[in-house]
């Protein structure tokens, strides 16, 4: 079993080894959706670390004494596994293989200390809903081999936050069959960034993409703290519907920091749009691309580059299935009613002219 | 009912003394009255901006008459739309007010249900035979009309071969009265044809958008007029002609030459009578001439817009300019077919984001049925409006003529002075004058005197701005044609309200139906009467009550339309489709609030005009 993969090699048959989030981007790859490049460090890194030394007989002594009822008791055990995972070392042969391809990845774009995100991607294989039973952990902007290794641990150990190890047991999910792997991917230095759903999320109506977005890093927008440009595209005649707010605040990283903040978007760039028509036109272009790849609708993180032209400068950083409107079933909704049954209904009907 | 929402009443409405005595032109049922006080209340009467814009002449009415009664009782007593009633006109200072009559009570709806059920069906079925039918017999009756003989004079004696060896036993007295009485009928039977499918059409558009928005919620209302619009539209024939004879002219230098030249159409033509080429080309005229330039240069309802056959230098413009862009090296045909494929791919591309069998099913059955019928709603206005019209204001000219050679009237346009009741009191008096012998006077003096009289008014009529509408808005409409045409809704009733009481100076954006996709800037010409359509420069946005595609030459030079009444099937909203050509329609105040030279954003994708700098 390898200890890394990299994105491209790994589709959804690796979803055991990489998780569910890298393999998506596998998958995105596959479908020539431009991805920024990276690796996943595998669940069998994850495995092995935790059997060396004992680790594994030592988390599962802790957590059986877990009382639920006792909100303290949860946090003092997850403290303890936290602890523990952070001081005990990854094999060397792990390291070196983390290190080798990070310093792969860095080579590729000939900078030193390439920043990175590095995001946890849970797997368990037979159990439903996996996504919630890990912790789901980002780390951006990511510098040099002893912070990637550090901030893998911590992706790691964040299967046992406290909110991970309750809702594990609430749902009856066995603690050792919830395995994780991390990603290690490029960070794309962002001009503007956001999030799109391959339908119209307020209606349901499959013939329109809808996207989100705001200057600087995307997790302004996945977290809600800005009122995102609003774009509603016309998948068939890309018309585009605009909707620009008033972006205060935007998240950059903060070199002096190192970290990444929440700061005040310059007043020049408040009130214009945050991407170009032509921008818009190539993220829906990719969103129908994505959709018919999986062949439902889906719900995409992306981002556009500050350095690169267009169009080289679009990438997408993750895809998922859609949740509210596929999990309906898919009924008609004219209601299995006859060209004549529906002109029936129409000609006794009415219009509304005034409220 | 909706209580009161700030429209005046029709009864307080307060005409300009220059329009004293406008009630007498019209026929009493056409005026609002104490009497009817009650039901008039009730309704919502608006202003019919698409058909009658400007101030009616009296004769002009006549379609008004003829379609109030043929639309109307095709869906009350002939097809059954059932909760629809017809719709109703009154005249307000020379303009024309309409409102969909209330509906009918819940008993007759569910009568009306069954008969519609069972006739409604039935033409859906067999539209694509029923519709050559309707064809021959109008052209039929096209020709019957074209073939009235109009007496051109009455004779000092009528000639021996009526008389002997028998006598014909009626003469030309008669002849006239005969020949208005059966013009006035078949104007008012075309009509009658003119709506015998035409329900039925909106209908089915109005269903298909129905569907449309329950698959695809967020649908733009130009993409639903662009799925339905066809390519092949006899509309746009004339035009296709006209190209046809740029093209034969620009082959050759010696008619290329004629028709480029800066003289009149008629001298241009005596020019080409005297060269082989040129009569070889006057012969390929000849055969589009009828039917393709029996077409108005206006929309067809106004007798002074003049047709193709009778203003000949507005075809023959059109030529000049098409040779010299032939010689540029332009393209100057629509593209037919690839608009056709156009379309037909949006259809499919639309067809695989439905999600189940059976609505793709119910979207297939209802599109089919609706490109099928609404070819009617396209191909009939050229038939009737057009064609049909050009020939009723040709034979209406001969009558007008007779009068001024026995000096009823001064000139002979000054017939349509007139209403359709009270020619025949102008021809019986000429008749009746002629038949008692020499040195009998007629009442001439009061007829012109009338005339005169009417002139002014019309004259101050076109001056005045009547108010966008009168009465209580409806809760709801059923009657098709109330919100295809008109485009009669909530927000356009509000907007209304809004617009009668703004200054137009500080307006600074307009809304309407985005009709026709596609965002430019630009400056407008504002054309309020159809005349000054002339005067449109290459590059500007045209700003008009409405437009029709008679006028579809002018659609390659401007950049952008707006109208202020149209739905997005209005004549104004089809042509720019067809052009490619961004369009707004249905602002409601368009032509009050921008001026000439004013620069605007036009939005045709959102309906929204901004005014960006006041000329």
Redesign the interface.
């Known amino acids: 079993m390898p200890y890394t993969l990299w994105f491209d090699k790994a589709g959804r048959e690796a979803i055991g080894l990489v998780g569910g989030k890298n393999a998506s981007l596998g998958e995105l790859i596959r479908a020539d959706i431009p991805v920024p490049p990276g690796f996943s460090v595998t669940t069998e890194v994850f495995s092995e670390f935790l059997s060396a030394g004992g680790l594994k007989e030592k988390i599962k002594n802790l957590l059986s004494k877990i009382d639920i009822q006792d909100v303290s008791s949860v946090e003092n055990i997850s403290n303890r596994i936290r602890q523990l995972m952070a001081e005990t070392p990854f094999s060397k042969r792990i390291e070196e293989e983390i290190s080798f391809n990070y310093q792969a990845l860095a080579q590729v774009f000939d900078v030193h200390d390439l920043p990175v995100a590095v995001r946890s991607s849970a797997t368990a294989e037979d159990l439903p809903g996996a996504s919630f039973a890990g912790q789901q952990d980002t780390f951006l902007w990511v510098q040099g081999t002893d912070e990637v290794l550090e901030k893998i641990k911590l992706c790691m150990s964040s299967l046992f936050t406290p909110r991970a190890i309750s809702y594990r047991i609430k749902m009856g999910f066995p603690h050792e069959k919830v395995l994780i792997s991390v990603g290690v991917q490029k960070i794309v230095d962002a001009r503007a960034a956001g999030v799109m759903f391959t339908l ?1 999320p307020t ?6 993409v809808v996207i989100e977005g705001n200057w600087g890093l995307g997790e302004s927008v996945v977290s809600g703290i800005c009122n995102p440009d609003k774009f ?1 595209v ?4 890309q ?3 605009k909707a620009i707010s008033l972006k205060e605040c935007e998240c950059v990283y903060d070199p002096v920091r190192r970290e990444v903040i929440h700061a005040d978007t310059p007043p020049d760039r408040r009130e214009i749009p945050c991407i170009e028509d032509q921008e818009v036109l190539e993220l829906t272009r990719y969103a129908k691309r994505v959709e018919a790849y999986y062949g439902c609708p889906q719900d995409i993180e992306w981002a556009i580059d500050k350095q690169k032209p267009f169009p080289l400068n679009i990438f997408m950083v993750q895809s998922r299935p859609e949740t509210i409107w596929s999990q309906q079933k ?5 209601g ?5 049954e ?3 209904e ?10 | 009912m ?1 209580e009161k ?1 700030g429209f005046p009443m029709p009864l307080e409405v307060e005409y300009p003394k220059e329009l004293e005595g406008w009630e007498e032109m019209y026929p009493p049922m056409y005026m609002f009255s104490k009497d009817r006080k009650e039901w008039e209340e009730k309704h919502f009467w608006f202003h019919d901006k698409i058909h009658a814009p400007e101030a009616m002449y009296p004769l002009d009415l006549i379609f008004h008459e003829a379609w109030q009664i043929s639309l109307s009782q095709y869906t009350t007593r002939v097809f059954c ?3 629809a009633q017809g719709i109703a006109q009154r005249m307000v200072g020379c303009y024309m007010y309409i409102t969909p009559v209330a ?1 009918p009570p819940p008993e007759i ?1 569910g009568e009306k ?1 069954g008969l ?2 069972k006739r ?2 039935y033409v ?1 079925d067999h539209y694509d035979e029923l519709w050559g039918v309707w064809l021959k017999k109008f052209k039929a009756l096209g020709e019957e009309m074209n073939n009235i003989k109009v007496p051109e004079e009455f004779p000092k004696f009528e000639p021996d071969d009526t008389v002997l060896p028998e006598p014909k036993g009626y003469y030309t007295s008669y002849d006239v009265i005969e020949a208005w009485d059966k013009l006035v009928d078949m104007m008012i039977k075309g009509w009658q044809y003119h709506f015998q499918y035409l329900n039925l059409a909106y ?2 558009y ?2 298909f958008a ?2 449309c928005r ?7 209302e130009s ?1 639903i007029g662009k799925l339905v619009a066809g390519a092949y539209v006899q509309m746009f024939r004339p035009e296709e002609e006209l190209c046809r004879l740029a093209r034969l002219a620009a082959a050759v230098p010696a008619v290329s030459k004629i028709l480029k030249s800066d003289i009149p159409a008629d001298k241009k033509i005596e020019s080409l009578r005297k060269t082989a080429e040129g009569n070889d080309w006057l012969v390929e005229y000849e055969k589009s001439k009828d039917p393709w330039f029996f077409v108005s240069c206006g929309s067809g309802w106004f007798h002074y817009e003049g047709s193709w056959t009778t203003k000949l230098d507005i075809p023959f413009g059109y030529l000049k300019a098409d040779i010299e862009r032939i010689e540029k090296g332009e393209k100057i045909e629509r593209d037919v077919p690839s608009i056709d494929k156009a379309r037909a791919e ?1 259809a499919e ?2 067809r695989k ?4 069998d ?2 793709r099913k ?2 297939d ?2 599109y ?2 609706v490109r099928t019928i609404y070819k009617y709603a396209e191909d009939h206005l050229f038939w009737v409006e057009h064609w049909f019209h050009t020939i009723w204001f040709d034979k209406v000219r001969e009558f007008g003529r007779l009068l001024v050679k026995y000096g009823m009237l001064k000139a002979p346009d000054d017939i349509y002075l007139f209403n359709r009741f009270e020619v025949p009191l102008l021809l019986e008096d000429m008749a009746t004058t002629w038949a008692l012998g020499e040195g009998v006077p007629s009442r001439s003096q009061y007829w012109q005197a009338k005339a005169e009289k009417r002139n002014k008014i019309l004259d101050a009529a076109k001056k005045w701005n009547p108010i966008p509408a009168l009465g209580t ?6 009657e098709p044609f109330t ?1 295809m045409l008109w485009g ?3 927000d356009k ?1 509000q907007d209304w309200l809004k617009g009668m009481a703004v200054v137009p100076a500080e307006v600074t954006e307009l809304k309407g139906f985005a009709s026709s ?1 596609g965002v430019v800037e630009g400056k407008v010409r504002v054309v309020k009467l159809l005349e000054e359509i002339t005067k449109i420069e290459e590059g500007e946005i045209l700003v008009c009550p409405t437009t029709n595609p008679a006028w579809a030459p002018v659609f390659t030079k401007i950049k952008a339309s707006i109208t202020d009444i149209g739905g997005l099937t209005s004549h104004a909203a089809i042509v720019c489709r067809e052009y490619g050509v961004p369009s707004v329609t249905g602002t409601g105040i368009a032509t009050t609030v921008l001026k000439t030279g004013d620069t605007v954003k036009v939005d045709g ?2 309906g929204i005009v901004k005014i960006l700098k006041r000329a």
């Open positions: 119209n209606n349901g109506d499959p013939s329109k509603v016309d998948k068939v005649t018309e585009i519907d898919k009924e008609p909704v004219l299995k009613k006859s060209a004549y529906l002109l029936m129409k000609a006794l009907s009415r219009v509304k002219v005034s409220s | 909706a929402k739309i059932p909760p509906p709806i249900a519609f059920q409604v069906f859906f209908l089915a109005l269903l129905d569907i329950k698959l695809f919620p967020g649908i733009a993409t949006l591309e639309y984001l439905i999600k189940t059976e609505d119910s979207f059955d209802t089919r049925a808005p409806p809760e709801e409409v059923a919100v009669i809704t909530t009733v996709a994708n959102t």
